[in-house]
């Protein structure tokens, strides 16, 4: 993983285009997954992981799309990431006012919401230079652990009682927050170096990141 400028992207690209549609319904679902935790019953928390569920495969699908398509856009490049934060913070909030976390899983949940709110500021200054910062095989992992991670936990005690589902979840959202910190330093190291010898440009558009 480096730091890269970041080149150009489609300017024609439409809001109507099916991966900024994808990434969009990422964002429209999270209303209704934070509505099923007030819906008693079994059947509430299985429909609340298959939105969830639904949504972490069109964060995969909605940039494979864009780019087999040729459809990357600046509004894409930059409502992706947050339509991903939201979803992982908004679940994470109601989670723990739930009490669906115990306490010792509460832990790796503010580490990985600290992370994404590090990584932000950081991509956000360096967007100013015009500088990307790709995404990083580990932090794939990191991504993908943590979606299957509160996906179990969604589901928690409405699972079969023959599996401990809350201790995996819990075991994997503890996994999720070690790739997190692995990640983090990893952006920060990488950011950093860049900003001591980088001066922002005077002109130009500046780019969105990776």
Request: charged share 15%; with cysteine.
């Amino acid at each position: 993983m480096g730091v890269r400028f970041v080149a150009p992207l489609e300017d024609s690209v439409p809001l109507t285009s099916l991966p900024n549609l994808l990434t969009l319904s990422r964002i429209l679902v999270i209303p209704v997954v934070i509505a099923t935790f007030y819906v008693q019953g079994d059947c509430a928390r299985w429909f609340a992981c298959a939105l969830f569920s639904a949504a972490g495969v069109t964060d995969w699908l909605d940039g494979h799309m864009a780019r087999r398509w040729a459809q990357q856009s600046e509004l894409g490049r930059f409502l992706d990431p947050i339509a991903d934060k939201l979803l992982v913070a908004a679940t994470l909030f109601m989670l723990v006012a739930t009490d669906r976390l115990s306490s010792g899983a509460v832990l790796p949940a503010l580490v990985i919401l600290c992370r994404e709110i590090l990584v932000s500021g950081l991509r956000e200054y360096l967007a100013e230079l015009r500088v990307g910062l790709p995404v990083s095989r580990l932090a794939k992992w990191k991504t993908g652990i943590q979606m299957v991670a509160i996906g179990v936990l969604i589901v928690g005690d409405a699972g079969p009682a023959f599996v401990p589902v809350a201790a995996i979840g819990e075991m994997l959202l503890w996994v999720a927050a070690l790739l997190t910190l692995m990640t983090g330093y990893d952006y920060l190291r990488l950011g950093l170096a860049h900003m001591t010898r980088a001066t922002p440009p005077r002109h130009g558009k500046p780019q969105h990141l990776a």
